[in-house]
Structure formats: structure tokens, C-alpha cells
């Protein structure tokens, strides 16, 4: 049976993917997701900010980049997150030098100038794309937020601009405020399954419309979402919430039962039946989403959790 796949454009064994998280922060971390067998792994975000305060953060990252990429053929994705341009620009050619087989740009920011527009938050997304194009040859993948007024119409954009591929989405972290101390604290929750959705209807109007490849990420923890988000479109799964919760042999599990699917519907290869709902097949995708949420919104509520 092929579970075999191509993200941008490297070949993987199959498609489930170790996504940027803490257990891939070290080289530990990173072993433990390569003796599960992870198709890829994407290194935990090099923020700017961080790099600022002590340069000694960027060595380490860049030291367990190089350790990472020596311990076999699995790609070794770079996840960088900046805040200026140049520094954009300037950690992504050392990330690439360090031995990443590609990388990721973690867009993740929230405009809280109120005088800035939403075209100029995208064109600054574009600007930053195609800057870092300018310095490096590995392939370079967007992650992104779906919080713009046509997400499809940005992706295009970015794919324009030379994004290899996209990531969706960039899970959006809210604050919440302490009322003992009465100070703002960070709430980190792990993904759950009813985290597919948006991406999965994303990935499918997607899919087959723009040149790149696509990558799901948000509520992966069984074969089953997996198997979704293939059907719709994507290219590679990636999952980090079941790997942090259940450890890196989750990925193991994952596997397992996509390859027990595919087996129990007669499929031999991920091409029988990747993006078979593509909204791409869809001669009329506007009409066929307004139908989907009048069917949503008369049919049963449904008050299980996920």
C-alpha cells in the first residue's frame, strides 16, 4: 500500500506530519518523533523577539536545526516567526543554512493599529513572502490565520508570490485575565476534534484551484480527521495537541489506522482518494456552501462534544 505524498515538493512516506510544538524544541523531542515515524517535522518557531533578548536563543535553535537534519532522510521543516522584515529576511537564510529542508513563515500578528487597513495587513504578508524568496532556494511554506475578509483570494496571493505551499490555519490564542491578580494570563488549551472545520472546508475550496501545496493542521488526534482532511485536499496532516497529550507514538496510531481505512475501502494508494471533495469538482461552490449551512442550521442540534 502508497501512503506516499509530495509537500512542497519533498517526498514524504506518508502524510502525517509532526507540526512545531515543544516536543520538537529539542534534539530529545526530535528523535522520539522520528523513531515514531514522523513523514516530516516541522522545529519548534524561532520568534524575533526572543532572538533580541538573547542571542544565544538563535544558536541553540540553529544547533538543533543542524543536529536534526543529520539523523536521517525525513525533512527537517524550519518554523520562523518575525516582527521586522530584516529580521524575517535574516533568520530564514540562517535557518536555511543550517540545514532546513524548508521553512515555514509563521504569520501570526494581530493589527491593533486601528488606522491600518486590511489590505495593508495582507500586502505586508506578500512583501514579507517574497523578501525571504529573494534570499533562499528551499521551498517556503505560509502559515496563516483564516481571519481575513476573502482568505482565498490572500492564498492565491501568497501562492502568486511564491509560497510553495500553505499551512491552515494558525490556531488564533486569546488571553484571559486573572481576576485574583487582576493581570492578563496566558490560556493555552490543546486542539480538540470540532477544530477540523474550518480548515477542512478552507482546504476543500482550495484544493485544485491553486498551484501549491496545502497542509492541514488544528484537531488531528486519530486516523479520522486525518482521513478528512486527505479526502477534501491536503497534501500532508499535521498534528500537535494528540502528540503532546498521548506522546509521539500517537503519530504511530494514526498511521496505523489510515493505512486500516484505506485497506478496509479497497484503496491502494492516498491518490484514490485525496480531494475526491474538493470543492474544485463543484461546478457552482458559492450555492453549494449557501445549501450547507441552511442544511446545517435545519437539521438536529448536535450537543455531544467531539
Not at 505524498?5 to 512516506?13: A, S
Not at 499551512?167 to 470540532?194: A, H, Q, W
Request: glycine share 6%.
Amino acid at each position: 500500500m502508497d501512503l506516499s505524498t509530495r509537500y512542497l515538493g519533498l517526498e514524504l512516506k506518508h502524510p502525517i506530519v509532526a507540526s512545531a510544538s515543544p516536543l520538537t524544541r529539542d534534539i530529545d523531542g526530535i528523535r522520539k518523533l522520528l523513531d515514531a515515524e514522523a513523514a516530516a517535522i516541522v522545529v519548534a518557531s524561532v520568534f524575533e523577539e526572543d532572538i533580541a533578548a538573547d542571542h544565544a536563543v538563535l544558536d541553540e535553535r540553529l544547533e538543533t536545526l543542524r543536529l536534526a537534519s543529520k539523523q536521517g532522510d525525513v525533512p527537517i521543516i524550519a518554523s520562523l516567526n518575525g516582527a521586522t522584515q530584516g529580521g524575517w529576511v535574516d533568520f530564514a537564510t540562517r535557518l536555511q543554512d543550517a540545514g532546513a529542508s524548508a521553512i515555514e513563515l509563521d504569520l501570526y500578528r494581530v493589527p491593533s493599529d486601528i488606522n491600518e487597513s486590511g489590505l495593508s495587513v495582507e500586502q505586508s504578508y506578500v512583501n514579507i513572502l517574497r523578501a525571504v524568496k529573494e534570499k533562499v532556494e528551499v521551498p517556503v511554506a505560509v502559515k496563516l490565520s483564516p481571519y481575513f475578509s476573502a482568505p482565498g483570494n490572500m492564498a492565491k496571493k501568497l501562492v502568486e508570490a511564491g509560497a510553495a505551499g500553505l499551512v491552515l490555519f494558525n490556531r488564533f490564542y486569546e488571553g484571559d485575565i486573572d481576576l485574583d491578580s487582576m493581570l492578563m494570563k496566558p490560556e493555552f488549551r490543546l486542539s480538540t476534534p470540532c477544530d477540523i472545520q474550518l480548515p477542512l472546508m478552507w482546504i476543500s475550496l482550495l484544493s485544485g484551484r491553486l498551484q501549491t501545496s496545502l497542509a492541514a493542521t488544528s484537531g488531528v488526534w486519530t486516523y479520522k480527521e486525518a482521513v478528512k482532511y486527505l479526502i477534501v485536499g491536503a497534501d500532508a496532516v499535521a498534528t500537535t495537541s494528540s502528540l503532546l497529550k498521548e506522546g509521539p507514538q500517537n503519530l504511530v496510531r494514526i498511521v496505523d489506522g489510515l493505512r486500516k481505512w484505506m485497506e478496509s475501502r479497497g484503496y491502494n494508494s492516498l491518490d484514490a482518494f485525496k480531494g475526491r471533495y474538493a470543492a474544485a469538482h463543484l461546478e457552482f461552490p458559492d450555492a453549494f456552501m449557501r445549501c450547507h449551512y441552511s442544511d446545517i442550521l435545519t437539521s438536529e442540534p448536535n450537543d455531544q462534544a467531539c
